[in-house]
């Protein structure tokens, strides 16, 4: 069977965004770019890990990380990305409201799934054939997966900031075992760490 992968850039104090998410600031007062400036500012040096991220078969994501919107859908709200999202593979929605598919340029498809992580994970695995599954965020979403027991590895890129509140990463997610897999490697904008989640 193939993996299930999570990357999350994160800080820290293990915040993969600030507080107060909203249209203005999607990741958050005070996070800004500065948790993923390493992918724009140096994107030869770590291509091997943006490769990574971008590598699944297929994508699942929480409804926080698709928009800021709650309850019923705003259907002129087609994701943070524009046109065409750089996923180019079939992207999982949790959500509680259901709504139809959403197809993009590029190859991108929204499938928004009301029935819970399990459901998506099904969904996800089925669309991505033999390449792996990428569990995409926020960190809501990381979490229940990782409590689950349903990510095989994690990846985390630290970068050296504080951001003191948010959304926090490996909060509520029971007694994990962590294993790393390599020696960690970066820069002065981030820390790539690999972990193999022992079951």
């Known amino acids: 069977m193939t993996k299930v992968t999570c ?17 203005e600031n999607p990741l958050g007062e005070g996070a800004g770019e500065c948790l993923h400036q390493w992918m724009f500012d140096e994107p030869e040096r770590h291509a091997a890990e943006i490769e990574g991220i971008t590598a699944a078969g297929a994508f699942i994501m929480g409804r926080n990380m698709f928009g800021p919107g709650r309850g019923a859908w705003d259907l002129d709200w087609n994701g943070w990305w524009g046109d065409e999202p750089p996923y180019h593979a079939p992207v999982f929605v949790l959500t509680h409201h259901p709504r139809e598919r959403v197809t993009m340029k590029g190859g991108t498809t929204f499938t928004f799934v009301t029935g819970g992580i ?7 695995r089925e669309a991505a054939g033999d390449r792996d ?25 630290v970068a050296p900031v504080i951001l003191g509140g948010g959304e926090r990463l490996l909060r509520d997610v029971g007694d994990l075992t962590l294993e790393p897999l390599g020696a960690p490697s970066g820069t002065r904008l981030v820390t790539h760490l690999t972990y193999r989640v022992v079951r």
Request: proline share 2%; charged share 10%.
């Open 133 to 157: 599954v990428a569990v995409a965020g926020g960190a809501a979403t990381v979490n229940q997966f990782l409590a689950a027991g349903l990510i095989d590895e994690l990846r985390l890129h």
């Open 118 to 124: 399990e459901a998506a994970l099904a969904q996800a």
């Open 7 to 23: 990357d999350m850039a994160m800080s820290l104090d293990g915040f993969v965004a600030g507080p107060h998410q909203s249209m």
